[in-house]
């Protein structure tokens, strides 16, 4: 596997080529289109699943965490394209085009762009970069390629305006229901706290009211919870289950097990 390799630096464009099935967790802080050129792409968050193949489109919405799986076709390459839209760029783009949000966007946090001739004109412009590591792309020409796309995207969807161009901090959310939908990502607690519109500090107080329990700790006795109920009732392997759970390593999830229930994984089957 090559990449990620940066076309622009500064989080603009990225290419990633692999001939094995990959998974991995992301944490998205800025709006990110996201350009299919082969393999399958498919973003699984506690709302959605969404999946899409050569030639398509993807726009995933800021602050999210997900899992992405990228596989590659039979015989064949995985190969993606990732413009993240990066708040002050969008900031300028605003300013120079007098674009704002009217409304509060209430669409799907993430959704697959309907394809037409001047997104694929686009896309087919982009590809070129990435494959020759952006050894020809300026700062200048690939902040251009950005607002390309983010003026195609709004002649395609023009309510994507309020999608891309509300600036405002994301409202609290109900800490419990997320935090049970989410607690088997392994991001820190500082990108769970950003993910649910709090300070560091008011989720460690809302946490501790709400679990009765710091997020670290909880984390950890919640994961050894769920692994200890998967290798009793479906006799799933530790090694199957472990980095599913948010553990960074067999061993460490072994240690941590072993610990708490006074026995070690493999044990348990």
């Not at 309907?114 to 070129?128: A, D, K, T």
């Amino acid at each position: 596997m090559t990449g990620p390799e940066e076309i622009l630096p500064g989080v603009i464009f990225y290419s990633y080529l692999s001939a094995e099935r990959r998974e991995k967790v992301c944490f998205w802080k800025d709006p990110t289109l996201i350009l299919q050129v082969s393999g399958q792409f498919t973003l699984e968050t506690f709302e959605q699943t969404l999946s899409m193949t050569g030639g398509e489109m993807m726009l995933i919405g800021r602050n999210q965490v997900g899992t992405l799986t990228k596989t590659p076709l039979a015989e064949g390459n995985y190969e993606t394209i990732v413009i993240s839209l990066q708040a002050e760029l969008l900031r300028k783009i605003a300013l120079e085009e007098k674009l704002e949000a009217d409304r509060k966007y209430i669409g799907p946090p993430n959704m697959l762009i309907p394809s037409n001739e001047f997104l694929q004109g686009y896309f087919q412009s982009i590809v070129p970069y990435a494959r020759s590591s952006g050894a020809e792309m300026t700062d200048e020409m690939g902040i251009l390629k950005v607002k390309e796309g983010v003026k195609l995207l709004l002649h395609a969807i023009p309510a994507l305006r309020n999608f891309l161009f509300d600036f405002s901090q994301p409202y609290k959310i109900d800490l419990e229901k997320f935090m049970i939908s989410n607690f088997h990502f392994n991001i820190p607690v500082e990108k769970f706290a950003q993910l649910t519109g709090r300070s560091l500090a008011a989720f460690k107080r809302d946490f501790q009211k709400t679990f009765g329990s710091a997020p670290r700790r909880w984390l950890l006795d919640k994961r050894l919870k769920v692994a200890k109920h998967l290798l009793e009732t479906r006799h799933q392997r530790p090694s199957a289950i472990y980095l599913d759970l948010g553990f960074e390593s067999l061993a460490h999830f072994s240690k941590s097990f072993k610990k708490k229930f006074g026995k070690a994984p493999s044990e348990m089957m």
